[in-house]
């Protein structure tokens, strides 16, 4: 297990179009988070998924916000009708439910969305 | 709801000084953690130390240690020896048994190792 996983690690798109971001974490772990990074600030929380069941939701995940995590392995993200707002990095993580953050929190290298 | 406050956007150091790197939090909560993160330019986020609030003595991790002050609710983070591997940003974040494992961060401070 190489850890986690995003893919793409760069998306450009048109405004209005739709994009899809998939998310591999490490195995054995059965949470899962995305954050949202703009460009000189720190992560903001979005969604996270205890296996597949999605437990939060921020407020920053408007209506055009999607996640799952089917069969509680992989996650994608979807945003449907992109906004220039939207352009930012998306992180995803993962973790143990036993210690969380404090047990091991491996994050993924993102991918960097840019709207144009 | 739970901040993190790094008033500091950017600091340099020397090779093989030390330098400091502040953070402050605000909550009500009694049972938390707090963390330092670093990320390098476009490499992915990695954890530098942990925090448990309950513990008093202060956590270290080979040349980086923390000053953890409970009640002003200060989290420094002080690199010894500053390495040029060092550079990225490093972000101060928080993290509470309610909170499932979400973890606030703060905004960021850029560090800057000069040879």
């Known amino acids: 297990d190489t850890g986690v996983s995003q893919d793409p690690r760069h998306k450009i798109t048109k405004r209005g179009q739709n994009v899809t971001f998939r998310c591999d974490p490490i195995?054995?772990?059965?949470?899962l988070y995305w954050y949202r990074q703009t460009l000189g600030q720190g992560p903001e929380f979005l969604t996270y998924?205890?296996?597949?069941?999605?437990?939060?939701k921020s407020r920053l995940l408007s209506d055009r916000f999607s996640a799952e995590r089917p069969k509680g392995s992989f996650s994608t993200l979807e945003i449907q009708r992109t906004e220039q707002g939207d352009s930012a990095m998306y992180l995803c993580?993962?973790?143990?439910?036993?210690?969380?953050?404090?047990?091991?929190?491996?994050f993924g290298s993102g991918t960097r969305l840019t709207v144009v | 709801a739970q901040t993190v406050t790094q008033s500091q956007p950017e600091m340099s150091v020397q090779e093989a000084e030390t330098v400091t790197l502040s953070c402050t939090y605000d909550?009500?909560?009694?049972?938390?953690?707090l963390f330092w993160y670093k990320q390098p330019p476009s490499r992915q986020m990695i954890l530098v130390i942990r925090?448990?609030?309950?513990?008093?003595q202060n956590a270290t991790e080979n040349r980086f240690s923390v000053n953890f002050q409970k009640a002003a609710k200060s989290f420094s983070l002080k690199i010894s020896d500053s390495q040029l591997g060092d550079a990225a940003m490093y972000f101060c974040a928080y993290y509470s048994g309610t909170s499932y494992g979400k973890l606030t961060f703060g905004q960021g401070t850029i560090l800057t190792v000069h040879p």
């Open positions: 925090q448990e609030a309950y513990k008093q």
């Open positions: 195995s054995e772990h059965n949470r």
């Open positions: 909550t009500s909560e009694s049972d938390y953690y």
């Open positions: 993580a993962s973790s143990l439910e036993v210690g969380g953050p404090s047990g091991g929190y491996t």
């Open positions: 998924f205890q296996n597949e069941a999605q437990l939060e």
